[in-house]
């Protein structure tokens, strides 16, 4: 079941925000295409928020150590994380952003 987040228009392109679903942590990000991605918020090498990191094209990179993840996979692009963050689906309805708090990894 999907969870509404926001509006569209409440995203800034190239940013990612930090949004709870239950007791996920789940960074959303309007990439420069004005694509829409939710992936887990927590770096897998240091437990850190991905929120708080940098998007750059299809990436969003761990503010910490450097560790890009893809925004459409979850896989770590660059070392020192190795472990793949889980991607959640993402709707946008009526211009409004919705979520499905269901996790999925790549395989």
């Not at 694509?35 to 770096?43: E, K, M, P, S, Y």
């Not at 910490?64 to 925004?71: R, T």
């Amino acid at each position: 079941m999907s969870v509404r987040i926001c509006a569209l228009d409440e995203l800034t392109v190239n940013a990612a925000v930090r949004v709870v679903i239950g007791d996920t942590p789940i960074a959303v990000v309007r990439d420069s295409a004005g694509d829409v991605h939710a992936i887990g918020d927590t770096c897998t090498h240091g437990d850190i928020s991905l929120s708080e990191g940098f998007v750059e094209d299809d990436t969003l990179e761990c503010w910490a150590h450097g560790s890009q993840f893809s925004l459409k996979t979850g896989k770590p692009l660059t070392l020192p994380a190795y472990e793949p963050v889980p991607v959640f689906a993402v709707s946008v309805v009526d211009g409004d952003v919705f979520v499905d708090p269901t996790p999925t990894y790549p395989s």
